[in-house]
């Protein structure tokens, strides 16, 4: 066959007809390996909220207990490899261990076990005394011990300041000066966030106060205070813990000036705080039934969420900006993507970036995520590794042509060299009329 003058087509040897057959195996069998070890947590996820939605309540009992040790077997026999990389996957390893400690299900197992074992042949039961149901258990009751519904809501405030409420909404809000972001019968905290010098109209969070109101039992009245470069590992008294045997309030220094966390054990919650950069992250975990005992009027950003004038589109910001075009909004997303945040997390992040250009709020929102993951486990189901709403063809289309101008250096070179030119085409002149 001729391929064009000079060109013979050769047929392929059987030898080499061999050898690009084996390639294109390899290279299926290794597509094939690629797809067959992808991350399975989805599935380990979706099998353990199928089990809770069978009547499995969230609290210490057998039911519960084996859901979690079910699904922790699940993720442990993922290969680690093949997850590489994916954040909700290492979160949930360390959190599910915590869930199985709070709800104490190592001895609640044991005890299910024991009354289940068969006796040995030939054994007799012991005799029991007026009634043939077992008493129960005694069981470790400590009054500052939180003792109600284990059901638990979690709220976070990161970054530009982007809020995530205890109902799972998500914001992303200007809410300059100080704002309460709950406060009930046990404990208050507000924030205070600053105008970034961008004129985007973002704010970010430089200080924190938190107010453990006290409890006649488990805890004295407390001031924890926090702000851009000051992140203490104790309350303002100096103190680090309060009630009985210190263990009705804690402040845990996790990394000195960067993580530091707030335990209220009476009321089954937990603050964590965190600086990266020059703000301040932070998030929450509360009873769902002492987030309920607040009225419907109450100002509070992790309950009603930021009033409607402070709430940030981000359709409308790109078309206010001047400082944003496509180049600058792709190596934003390509930051972003390189820590594995997801979802609102990764909007947020780009958003952050794109007001900012601090590298820093990417950490702001991979931790945030972390914390939410670990705070409140089944919050991570319903997030989804999708593109960034940036990458929408609206907000696309909001953006203003790339500059092609040249920079004022570039510019006055140029100038000069086209002074330069018509000079010596002057002079040129000049000697060809005299000549």
Known sequence: MVMGRGQRFHRASPAQATAVI????LIVAMLISTVSS???????????SQKLSENVRRNPNRRYC????????????????????????HSTLSIIPD???????????????????????????????????????????????????????????????HLR??????????????????YN??????????????????????????IIKGHHECADRKLYLAQTGNLPGAFVDGTKSSGPGGRGVVVYEIVPDKHVEIHIRYIGTV?????????????VRMPEEIIKRQGPEDLQLCVRGCPGREKIDYVEFLKQTKDVDKEKLQSAIAKCRKTNVIDVYLDSCVFDLLTTSDDNFTNAAENALRDISRLQPNASLSLHNRTSVFEDNKILAALPPRRNSAPPRTRSSITAYTHFAIVLLALWASHRLTT
């Open 38 to 48: 992808e991350c399975k947590l989805k599935k380990c996820s979706q099998r353990y």
């Open 165 to 182: 409420t205890f109902d799972g909404y998500f914001q992303t809000c200007r809410v300059a000066g100080a704002w309460p972001v709950f």
């Open 271 to 283: 603050i964590i705080i965190r600086q990266i950069g020059e703000y301040l992250l932070f998030s």
């Open 66 to 89: 084996q859901a979690l040790v079910d699904y922790k077997k699940c993720v442990m026999d993922i290969p680690p490899r093949s997850c590489r990389g994916e954040l909700n996957y």
């Open 185 to 210: 019968k046990y404990v208050a905290a507000q924030v205070t966030n600053v105008q970034l010098l961008h004129g985007s109209g973002a704010t970010a969070t430089t200080k924190l106060s938190v």
């Open 99 to 161: 869930l199985m400690e709070q709800n104490n299900c190592e001895a609640i197992l044991a005890e299910a076990e024991a009354t289940t074992t068969p006796l040995p042949s030939g054994a007799t039961p012991p005799a029991r005394r007026g009634t043939a149901v077992p008493p129960p258990a005694p069981e470790f009751y400590d009054t500052c011990d939180y003792h109600g519904e284990r059901s638990y809501k979690s709220c976070s405030l990161f970054g530009d300041p």
């Open 22 to 25: 084996l390639y294109v195996l």
